[in-house]
């Protein structure tokens, strides 16, 4: 029921720190993979690795998610390598200081056009860009497909400093929802498309946010974050996997337009 044997998933954003374990998950599930990242040296290091280590096909390609002209390109790449893609996990994102308030930047002072770099990146280039680019080759295939967005707890209750952020992953829980009711409107059970909502994992991008940099310590925010999740802890990339697989799979054949939250209970505590 949880297999993904003979079935090929992109990744896009896959070389990432969430979206690598999350190819290499799908890839310990049978999956053949299709990295696709800005970073393509990183894209097809990780593709070599996820082959030799799982026995699957893989290959890594350059994407430039905020140009549909790019994902094109892209998509073309892997059609004529694999001929076919089943899953469409799209993983770009990300946040900017500049678009993030501080002691020194309020709200009323903030980089407009980083804010709005930050909403276009998460929202066109994580979601809407590559489901219109890919989209149409899920619907042609004979066993349809999955499309997999990336929200984030922020889509659930606002966080402070990160305004462009949080509602721009407010907005790809919307459209995945959005989304999924279109396709199955139009396709019956062909297209499924939800999302997985991560708690607070340490990526490249949070990781000023919630350590100090000079000996990783926490920040007050990062203190503030294991104080209003339960379990305790920061979440590892491989805490998703069992999520995404179960998403991708037959396990899950009438789930759609649903957002998963990951997230050690964060979602459910009150602080109380």
């Known amino acids: 029921m949880f297999s993904l044997k003979n079935k090929t998933a992109i990744l896009l954003g896959g070389a990432g720190v969430l979206g690598a374990d999350m190819a290499k998950g799908l890839a310990a599930a049978g999956a053949n993979i299709a990295v696709a990242d800005f970073a393509e040296a990183k894209a ?15 290959e890594g390609y350059f994407v430039n998610a905020m140009e549909k002209s790019e994902i094109e390109k892209c998509r073309d790449l892997i059609l004529k390598d694999f001929g076919s893609f089943d899953i469409l996990v799209n993983a770009v994102g990300g946040n900017k200081p500049a678009a993030t308030t501080n002691d020194k930047t309020d709200f009323f002072n903030l980089d407009s056009k980083a804010v709005g770099d930050v909403m276009i990146l998460n929202l066109m280039g994580g979601a809407m860009l590559p489901c219109q680019v890919f989209g ?5 295939n004979d ?5 997999i967005n990336i929200s984030s707890m922020n889509a659930f209750r606002p966080l402070t400093r990160i305004p462009g952020y949080s509602a721009a992953k407010a907005a790809v829980s919307n459209f995945t929802q959005w989304l999924a009711v279109d396709m199955a409107q139009k396709y019956g059970e062909k297209i499924r498309v939800n999302a997985i909502a991560p708690g607070f994992f340490l990526t490249d991008q949070n990781r000023f946010l919630l350590t100090n940099e000079a000996d990783g310590s926490l920040t007050k925010r990062g203190e503030q974050i294991l104080t209003h999740t339960p379990m305790g802890r920061f979440g590892d990339p491989e805490d998703l996997i069992g999520t995404l697989v179960w998403l991708c799979s037959d396990a899950s054949k009438f789930v759609t337009g649903i957002v998963v939250p990951v997230d050690g209970g964060f979602s459910a505590y009150s602080g109380v």
Do not use: S
Request: hydrophobic share 50%.
């Open 143 to 147: 066993n349809g497909g999955v499309i």
């Open 136 to 140: 149409p080759d899920l619907v042609n």
């Open 44 to 58: 097809k290091a990780l593709a070599a690795e996820i082959a030799e280590k799982y026995g699957v096909k893989a």
